[in-house]
C-alpha cells in the first residue's frame, strides 16, 4: 500500500494537479487540504481496502466531509481546474527559478512549479525573510541558508519580477 501526503504539495502547487502525477506513480491514499479544504483536512482512497491497515472508515476529521468543507472543497477545486492554475504554476515557476539562479550569492535554486527553494551560500536566508516582511513579501526561512517561497497559483511573470527585485535588493543590503 502507498500513501503519499500531498497537503502542502497537492492541487497545482507543483505544475501537475498532485505532485506525484510529475512521477506517473499512483498511490493508495492521499491525504490533502489547504487549497483544496480551506484549511480543513481531507483524506481520499483510490479503492476500499480489506484486511489490516487503512481502509475507509478507519479514519476520521474533525470537520472533514462537512457541508461547509465539501462546498469550500468544490470550489476551490473548480477554480484550480477550470483556470488550469496548475499549469500556470508549472510556467511561472520555471521562469521565476530561471530568474532566481541570477541572484548574487546563490549555491542553488531547486524546486518544481510554485514550490521554490534557494539555497544561498552564506547564512542570510533569516535576514531575507525579515526584509521581505519589511517590504512586503513572504518568504521563509528554512535553517541558517535557504529560503522557501509558495506564491500562490495565479502568480504572474510580472509578480515574480516584483518579487526578484526584493530579493535582489535584501541580498545587496545585508551582504
Not at 105 to 113: I, N, Q, S, T
Not at 133 to 140: C, R
Request: with cysteine; net charge positive.
Amino acid at each position: 500500500m502507498l500513501m503519499l501526503d500531498e497537503v502542502q504539495t497537492g492541487w497545482g502547487r507543483t505544475g501537475e494537479i498532485m505532485a506525484y502525477m510529475n512521477y506517473g506513480i499512483k498511490p493508495d491514499i492521499v491525504s490533502m487540504a489547504k487549497a483544496m479544504g480551506g484549511n480543513t483536512y481531507w483524506c481520499n482512497m483510490r479503492e476500499k481496502r480489506s484486511g489490516k491497515g487503512f481502509y475507509r472508515g478507519s479514519h476520521g476529521s474533525t470537520y472533514g466531509g462537512s457541508p461547509l468543507c465539501c462546498a469550500a472543497s468544490l470550489a476551490a477545486v473548480s477554480e484550480i481546474v477550470d483556470r488550469d492554475l496548475s499549469s500556470n504554476a508549472k510556467n511561472v515557476g520555471k521562469y521565476f527559478m530561471k530568474k532566481l539562479e541570477g541572484l548574487p550569492g546563490v549555491k542553488e535554486v531547486r524546486g518544481m512549479g510554485l514550490m521554490i527553494g534557494v539555497e544561498f551560500e552564506k547564512p542570510i536566508a533569516n535576514d531575507i525573510k525579515h526584509y521581505g516582511v519589511k517590504h512586503y513579501l513572504l518568504v521563509t526561512a528554512i535553517g541558517k541558508k535557504v529560503i522557501r517561497m509558495v506564491p500562490p497559483l495565479i502568480a504572474s511573470e510580472k509578480d515574480c519580477d516584483v518579487a526578484f527585485e526584493v530579493l535582489q535588493e535584501a541580498v545587496k543590503q545585508i551582504a
